[in-house]
């Protein structure tokens, strides 16, 4: 797309993603598990059957198969892809039916997330191209 106001790199992965409106009090707030169509170092693009609008922020846990060979320090050491994810709070940041009032492609920015994940994901992304 000529519009496309994207400048980090997309990776085609189905990871799978657990979401909750990020309000307090947090934990009475419902969790959605739902598939990442694409993510980069910026955000993700998620496949979701729960309407959200532009604006609305989430807690997101991102599970990734590796993700800690990624990671700097001691996390390396850990070689089993059991419970391996990342966290961050993000903004919808845009919404699009797949199939109206069942189905939303659901667009998020991270507003959130920490430094050494974030690099994790960047290495990973940059390995995985």
């Known amino acids: 797309m000529s ?9 085609e992965k189905n990871f799978r993603v657990e979401i909750r409106e990020f309000r ?15 993510i980069s170092a910026g955000g993700l693009l998620l496949e979701c059957r729960k309407k959200f609008e532009a604006g609305d922020k989430l807690q997101v846990k991102i599970f990734i198969p590796s993700l800690n060979k990624y990671h700097p320090g001691f996390f390396k050491v850990f070689e089993s892809d059991a419970g391996q994810f990342l966290q961050a709070i993000a903004e919808v940041v845009r919404v699009d039916d797949v199939v109206p009032f069942t189905s939303w492609h659901i667009g998020i920015r991270f507003l959130d ?12 992304i940059a390995k995985a191209h």
């Open 3 to 11: 519009d496309d106001k994207r400048k980090d790199c997309r990776l």
């Open 24 to 38: 307090f009090p947090l934990a009475k707030q419902p969790s959605y598990e739902v598939t990442c169509a694409d």
């Open 113 to 124: 997330i920490d430094h050494d994940d974030w690099n994790a994901l960047r290495n990973f």
